[in-house]
């Protein structure tokens, strides 16, 4: 087909420009803009009759009306795909940014992706061990899950996710990382780029990289891009991906922003209605289909503004993920690493995935018991507010015991300290012998005489 | 004239010319995507489109198909999976070449090539008339009925098909006016099926679930929506019922929800088996999935397909309970077409039409007598998802309007995982006078008793805990110290039911009964010995009340629940000779 080009913007605003007399556009197609001897992408997001409403990715800041150059591709935004892409990185449009070169590949695809059938669909249930305690035992990771980190601004999340990208061992096939960074600050991409070298896991790292100083529209395709690549490597070339998406809220900042220049009517706190829809397209991307060999788990970070919860980015976001692990500003403060609200947090997919034959038999129980108990010890902890330490029961005095030791031994481990599910196990019987006997109703006699008499 | 596409805005398209009626179903672009008018003025018809319209340009052409937005009805849907507009996603799988939905799929909704063997139930000679069964198959777990089509009438038989193993494009009889009564109906979704009269909700849907069934309970034909912020037990509430609900038919709508959770359903129902039938509980359950990910266009249309369907099998003569999650994502669907249309909001966005939606919806529940005299239901369930789980937005206040059941889930509950994390406090329904008469004479005639006085224990002990938060639990007096306990066990022993539970997942009315009887009768005896002054401890001695709260798991059948109550007998028998003395 014929590739259109026309000369002359009739208004730019925001990222947007307008065009009059076109001919034969199609809605959502890439477009070129060429201004000043510099080249933007582009694409369509409304014709009528033959005007068109044209979003730039890089923006429209310099941009004159009449020399502005504008080209119709007749496709959608692509983006090449090859196995050659491992190690490499690339800018938020999937363009080289680490001065190698162009991928070589007639393999292209549309960064919008498709969705998934959820007739091909397979229900995803192997564990993931990440070496974490709190995460393994109580938000157990799922190869082929969704599970953001919700976290505030200051808050180690970074660390968080390098941690389990590096200690993540799955039991057979291997692991590859794609990193798309949205409106990342230079120096978390520094951090989390250097923590991967010397791991061996630093040449099947694939990253895309829109910065805080790049463009904003930019980052609605990013992790379209980045997914894309995740898609072909998980389901083309069979490898398990670990896609880790940093921040979500500049991306939805990003949208909120787009939205307002298209004079959309906003919902909640500005943002447009068709957020919920619009992060699903980015979410629901994760998963396992069948018949083919790899796996794309998610594991997107998002800084909850003012550390709400009920902010549009995470309450939206947890509507869609399979649970969320939440961080908690108050654990931080005491030193707790890595500071995870146990009680607010939650794996939904860990249920198929965690018991005999996935991890151990007591697993299930354990979990339980142990979310019994810390909810019981808020309880006690504010009664003891009031009434003072001295005048609670014996029994809640061991809660107490309990939850500081739970919090200190149990949460609480060393930035590369690589705990098994066995060990994780243990020493969360461990942290229950803190409390008397009777006191644990969700796990079986069995496996009191089991585990508690082993760690006592 | 061709209609020709003109306008592209998203999902939202405008043809100039063509001859269009409002809600009719057309065949848009290149592609042929399918979509339906929405709006005409003048010469320009305003489409919206079931798929993505990315490609799309201007001057591509629009056709229309004459017939309204439909559903085909007929042997074969048990055990599918749809998307919105009742495309089979087996067969769209295999139409996209892989697992990706590519769109401009058509497919027929049946099986066209299985056979079925029909038992006629007419010959020649004999008059029909609308909703009269004529014929029917075996499928599932059901015997599925043909039903004359509405509008035909006092129409003799002249001829029928001399063949007793049918597909669905068969004919089976042939009328004197040479209309075909098939093996399949079709009906606009946005019309609810005529019943021949309505009738009054007298006989509860039984669940299992302990909380729903002895606490506020739903009948068939009723209403239920079930709000909730992320993670507080919509969807594992709504699959429970699924599974566990004495309905004949379950629909189960995933209203931009997950793909997992789909797939969930897929895998797992073929491998339980309906307590009822001893078949697997797929045999009876027809899935509708628009997951978040899917067209948003097509979430606003799978609500009325999933519901067509119910009314369908209800007009056979049977109980459906349909299951939407989440009717929010259906609310915004709407919320996002009605911003492409440039029509004035309302409260946040929302079009000022969304509460009549809403409740046109659940009126089309309802315990009936059908066109062929026949007794049938359809009771709807519907999830909401409150953003930032605060039900006094729109969505919520509205359908609290139109449903007579409010189950609230509650973030705080499902933080300390007391699971289902329906508030007793909040939650609510408006079965419970129409029911009361079925429980006595089905279960036990003290069973709405009980329930109140459970009831008033909780309520009690809701102000108690304002208390203790305050001053601690020592300063209360035996008595209510005693309210406080027993409440306690109400909560852990009967409220809280884990879905996962191999015992406890389903529980039997009577059991629930036998269990509520326990611990009220339990609260009684202790009563009068709290008032003689006897040391709670005594009282309230530990593996008793261990054994109530573990008789859920433990007490496997209604003779195990038994045992615990005579041991609760012989316990108070011993601490009133211990009284004694
Ligand atoms: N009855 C129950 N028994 C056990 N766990 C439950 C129960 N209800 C909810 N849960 C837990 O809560 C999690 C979230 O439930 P879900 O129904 O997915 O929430 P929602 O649909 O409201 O977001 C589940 O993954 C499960 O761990
Ligand atoms: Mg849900």
């Known amino acids: 087909m014929a590739v259109k080009e026309y000369t002359g913007v009739k208004k730019a605003f925001g990222p947007l420009i307008v065009l009059e007399g076109v001919k034969g556009a199609a809605y959502d197609e890439l477009v070129e803009i060429e201004a000043n001897g510099k080249k933007r992408l582009g694409k369509v997001i409304t014709i009528d009759k033959d005007l068109v409403i044209i979003q730039i990715f890089e923006g429209t800041a310099q941009l004159s009306l009449p020399n502005t150059k504008v080209r119709f591709t007749g496709k959608p935004l692509e983006v090449k795909l090859s196995p050659d892409m491992l190690g490499r990185v690339f800018d938020g449009l999937g363009r080289p940014r680490d001065g190698l070169g162009e991928v070589v590949s007639s393999e292209k695809r549309d960064i919008n992706g498709l969705p998934i059938n959820p007739y091909s669909r397979v229900y995803p249930r192997n564990f993931i061990q990440t070496g974490i305690s709190t995460i393994d035992a109580l938000f157990t990771l799922i190869r082929g899950q969704k599970l953001p980190i919700f976290s505030g601004n200051g808050l180690p999340h970074n660390e968080l996710a390098v941690q389990i990208a590096r200690q993540s061992t799955i039991k057979e096939g291997e692991f590859v990382v794609v990193f798309a960074a949205i409106g990342l600050k230079n120096s978390d991409v520094r951090f989390i780029l250097s923590s991967f070298e010397g791991t061996g896991a630093s040449k099947n790292i694939i990253s895309f990289l829109n910065l805080a100083s790049d463009p904003v529209v930019e980052r609605i395709a990013t992790p379209r891009v980045a997914l894309t690549v995740a898609e072909y490597f998980a389901f083309d070339l069979g490898y398990h991906v670990l896609v880790i998406m940093s921040d979500i809220t500049n991306y939805c900042e990003a949208l909120r922003e787009l939205s307002n220049y298209r004079g959309e009517i906003p919902s909640r706190k500005g943002y447009p209605g068709y957020m919920y829809s619009d992060l699903a397209t980015i979410y629901e991307r994760a998963g396992i289909i069948e018949g083919k060999e790899g796996s794309l788990t998610q594991l997107p970070i998002l800084t909850m503004p003012n550390d709400d919860i009920t902010h549009p980015i995470p309450d939206l976001t947890g509507y869609i993920t399979e649970g969320q692990i939440v961080l908690s500003r108050d654990l931080h403060m005491r030193g707790i690493y890595p500071p995870i609200n146990v009680l607010s947090s939650l794996s939904r997919l860990m249920k198929d995935g965690i018991g005999e034959g996935y991890t151990r038999e007591d697993h299930p129980n354990v979990a339980s018991q142990l979310f019994a108990a810390y909810s019981r010890v808020q309880e006690v902890r504010s009664l003891a507010s009031i009434i003072g330490e001295e005048e609670l029961t014996d029994v809640d005095k061991a809660y107490l015991r309990f939850g500081e030791s739970f919090e200190r031994e149990f949460i609480k481990q060393d930035f590369s300290e690589d705990r098994s599910i066995e060990q994780t196990l243990d020493l969360a019987w461990k942290m229950l012998s803190y409390l008397p006997e009777e006191e644990l109703t969700r796990v079986s006699k069995e496996q009191i005489d089991k585990y508690l008499k082993k760690v006592k | ?581």
């Open chain 2, 1 to 581: 004239m061709e209609a020709k596409v003109v306008k592209i805005n998203g999902p939202v398209v405008v043809a100039e010319g063509g001859n269009f009626v409002i809600n009719e179903m057309v065949r848009v672009g290149n592609l042929k995507l399918i979509g339906e008018v929405i709006g005409l003025d003048d010469d320009f018809a305003t489409i919206q489109v079931y798929e993505e319209t990315s490609g799309m340009k201007v001057g591509e052409p629009v056709e229309g198909t004459g017939n309204l937005l439909s559903v085909v009805l007929g042997p074969g849907m048990i055990g599918s999976i749809y998307d919105g507009i009742q495309r089979p996603l087996k067969f769209v799988e295999k139409l996209s070449g892989g697992p990706f939905i590519q769109k401009g799929i058509e497919t027929f909704p049946l099986n066209t090539h299985k056979r079925w063997k029909v038992e006629f139930l007419l010959e020649a000679g004999d008059t029909v008339n609308e909703g009269q069964i004529y014929a029917q198959v075996k499928e599932g777990a059901i015997v599925h009925k043909l039903m004359v089509p509405c509008g035909v009438n006092n129409k003799k038989i002249v001829e029928r098909i001399d063949k007793s193993e049918l597909t669905v494009k068969d004919y089976v009889y042939i009328l004197e006016d040479g209309t075909k009564l098939g093996m399949y109906q079709t009906w606009p979704v946005r019309i609810p099926r005529p019943v021949k009269k309505r009738l009054p909700e007298s006989v509860p849907l039984i669940t299992g679930q302990r909380v729903i069934d002895t606490f506020f309970p739903i009948a068939k034909g009723g209403t239920a929506a079930i709000p909730g912020g992320f993670g507080t037990g919509k969807t594992m509430l709504q699959h429970q019922l699924a599974k566990w609900a004495d309905a004949d038919i379950i629909v189960y709508i995933g209203c931009g929800e997950r793909g997992n959770e789909m797939t969930e359903v897929l895998t797992e129902f073929p491998k339980l088996q309906d307590p009822r039938t001893g078949k697997p509980l797929m045999e009876r359950t027809i899935l509708i999935a628009n997951t978040s990910n899917m067209p948003v266009s097509a979430r606003e249309a799978s609500i009325y397909t999933g519901i067509t369907i119910a009314e369908y099998f209800r007009d056979m003569g049977y109980n459906v309970a349909i299951m939407a999650d989440s009717t929010s994502r259906w609310a915004e669907a709407l919320r996002e077409l009605s911003g492409r249309l440039e029509e004035i909001p309302a409260e946040e966005g929302y079009p000022a039409y969304l509460a009549s939606r809403i409740a046109q919806f659940y009126e089309r529940a309802g315990y009936a007598e059908t066109l062929s005299g026949k007794r049938g239901s359809v009771t709807v369930i519907g999830a909401v998802s409150p953003p930032g789980g605060d039900f006094s937005e729109p969505v919520t206040t509205h359908t609290k309007r139109f449903v007579r059941c409010f189950w609230a889930l509650d973030r705080e509950l499902a933080y300390s995982r007391h699971y289902p994390a329906i508030n007793w406090n909040t939650s609510y329904s408006g079965f419970i006078q129409d029911l009361r008469a079925w429980y006595g004479e089905n279960v036990d005639e003290k069973f709405p008793e009980y329930r109140d006085k459970a009831m008033s224990i909780l309520e009690e002990d809701g102000k108690l805990q304002s208390i203790i938060n305050i001053m601690g639990e020592d300063v209360l007096p035996d008595s209510q110290k005693l309210v406080v306990r027993i409440a306690k066990m109400i909560k852990v022993g009967i409220l809280q039911q884990n879905a996962y539970s191999a015992v406890d997942s389903y529980c039997p009315l009577k059991k629930q009964f036998l269990m509520l009887k326990t611990v009220m009768d339990f609260y009684e005896k202790a009563k009068e010995f709290v008032e003689k002054k006897v040391a709670m401890s005594v009282i309230l001695k530990e593996d008793i009340v261990s054994k109530i709260m573990r008789m859920k798991e433990e007490a496997k059948t209604e003779e195990d629940i038994m045992e615990v109550y005579r041991l609760v007998q012989d316990h108070f028998k011993s601490v009133e000779e211990k009284y004694r003395e």
